[in-house]
Structures are given as C-alpha cells and as structure tokens.
C-alpha cells in the first residue's frame, strides 16, 4: 500500500510544489537584481488565472496541437509517479529504468514540438527546429550520465543506483561520478530550458526556444503546458539531487520514512532551485550557434564518465 502512495503521492507533491519553485526562483532573482518580486506565490496565481480562460487554437492546427499540453502533463505525472524523488519505493518496479524516463521526457519534448509545427507559424517552426536539434544532443547525455551511475548498482534501475549511494556513500565521490554530475547538470539545464542554453524570460524571436513553441497557446492549455514544464525541472533537479546526494531518501515503506524523504526532497530543491536562480543572474546566454559546443562538451564529459566507471572497475 505504501508503494501506491509513493505513487500516488509523488506526482501530488510535484503538481504542488513545482510551481511554488518556480516562484522561488524568480524571488531570488529579483532580490539579487535589486527587485522586490512578486512573492513564492505568484507563479500559481498565474496558473489560476490561466486556467479560468477558455483555450484559442488557430485556424490552421489540428489533433496535434490540441493534444500536445495533455501529453507533456501526462508525460511529465508518469515520471513523478516512478522516479525515485522522495522515496526509492516504487510500484512499477525495475521497469522504471534510465530509459524508460529518457524515453518519458523525450516524448513531451516531441508533442510539444509537433504542436508549434502544426500551428503552421514561422515561430512554432523556428522553435521546434532548434528543441530537436538540443534534444538530439542532450537525451544522449543523459543516458550517459547514468549509466557512468549504474555500475555502482549493477542496474539500470533509477531505485537501484539510488539505494546503492545510500548504503554505500564511498561511491559517490568518484572520478565517475564527478565527470557525470557536470555532464548531467549541463543536460538539465538544456532539457529544462535554462540559462545559460535558453532565457526563460525571453520573448526575443532571436534566441527563445521554449517560448517560440507555446507562443499560439492560451488558457487552459497554455496553463498545462506551464504547469508541466515546472514540473520537469523539479523532477530532474530532485533526481540530479538524489542521484548524487542520496541522503534522506525513504529506502523502506515506513510512514516516518516517507515524511523525512519529502521534506529532504523540499529542502534539496530549494537549495538547487537557489543556485541556479543565482546562476542565472551571473551568467550570460550563450549565442544559439554555440549551444552545440557547449551541448557536445556535456556529452564528451557523459562518456569518460562511462569509461572511467569501467576502467575503475
């Protein structure tokens, strides 16, 4: 039963807290930025607001665009439900290995571009074009990035490799794990849509991605797909966190267990969640053609993390 509410639980917890982070993140900036900020709370206010407007399609979209936002929420519920964010306790199992939430991620990722294609506008287009081209490069640094992981759990199991830092803290700090953590940090950012690969505050046609694809949505649609991007940066923020500090993670099904893995959960987030929104403020974007070197070094840093996992070894 406790399986069931990790299950549960999770994609409750996610739902909840992602947008909270989000409004996190732009309080932080603001302050460093010498702003006061709208509050921790705006980012759900926003959501409410858009939630009550009827959604617009244009003209020219079809099935696609309307079930794009569905999708990425769905996509997005399924990997909270299976990953091992507050506990390592899961009802789907082994199934819910590195390649199946790769797999998750990478079909959001595809509806939502298809969806600015079939809106049939230049920005959709440009947007989608340039997702695919930084997907094609950071889905297989993820990979990567955990299976230079597995090895320390002889699994691909996403459970697995986190049970194993837990019980033996002497892997983490390894040249493997090093060079993973920096390939994975560089893959999320990029997946996320985040300093330094793209602005989230942009509306510059010049350099957005994210925001050239969702530019045709609104209302209630416009809300899920929002709502479903903060959730993907806090779920891979809080596995990049467990990944590599697994410390206060439930590994048994106890109720006491659970309550300490989410609130070590809450506080990991809101440490990395304040890290980055601080990043953000001292880096710059890089130019669109150079996101590819930068996405290509993550990727060299993802296979000598493999390899150094197996010569160690």
Request: proline share 4%; with cysteine.
């Amino acid at each position: 039963m406790n399986g069931w509410a990790v299950a549960i639980g999770q994609p409750v917890l996610m739902a909840v807290a992602a947008p909270l982070l989000i409004g996190w993140m732009r309080l932080i900036r603001a302050r460093l930025e010498g702003r006061a900020g709208a509050g921790i709370g705006q980012s759900w206010r926003d959501l409410r607001k858009l939630a009550r407007k009827e959604p617009i399609s244009p003209a020219d979209a079809g099935w696609l665009f309307v079930c794009a936002p569905p999708v990425l929420a769905a996509t997005s519920l399924l990997i909270a439900a299976i990953v091992p964010l507050a506990s390592t306790t899961s009802v789907a199992g082994g199934s819910a290995d590195l390649i199946a939430v790769v797999g998750l991620l990478l079909l959001g990722t595809v509806a939502l571009a298809l969806a600015a294609l079939d809106a049939g506008t230049a920005f959709g287009g440009m947007g989608a074009s340039r997702q695919m081209t930084i997907a094609a490069l950071v889905e297989p640094t993820l990979l990567l990035a955990a299976f230079a992981l597995s090895e320390r759990a002889g699994s691909t199991s996403l459970a697995a490799i986190v049970n194993a830092g837990v019980h033996h803290p002497d892997r983490l700090v390894s040249p493997a794990s090093l060079l993973a953590a920096a390939a994975l940090a560089v893959a999320v950012l990029a997946e996320t849509g985040r300093m330094p690969v793209d602005n989230p505050a942009t509306h510059l046609e010049l350099t957005m991605v994210h925001e050239a694809m969702v530019l045709e949505y609104a209302g209630r649609d416009l809300a899920l797909v929002e709502l479903a991007s903060a959730m993907r940066l806090s779920l891979l923020l809080g596995l990049l966190a467990n990944l590599f500090v697994p410390w206060g993670v439930a590994t048994t099904t106890g109720w006491a267990a659970l309550a300490v893995g989410v609130a070590a959960l809450v506080m990991k987030l809101s440490l990395l969640g304040g890290v980055l929104a601080a990043g953000e403020v001292l880096m710059a974007k890089v130019r669109l053609f150079r996101v590819p070197e930068l996405l290509a070094g993550s990727f060299v840093l993802g296979l000598l993390a493999v390899t150094a996992s197996y010569v160690l070894t």
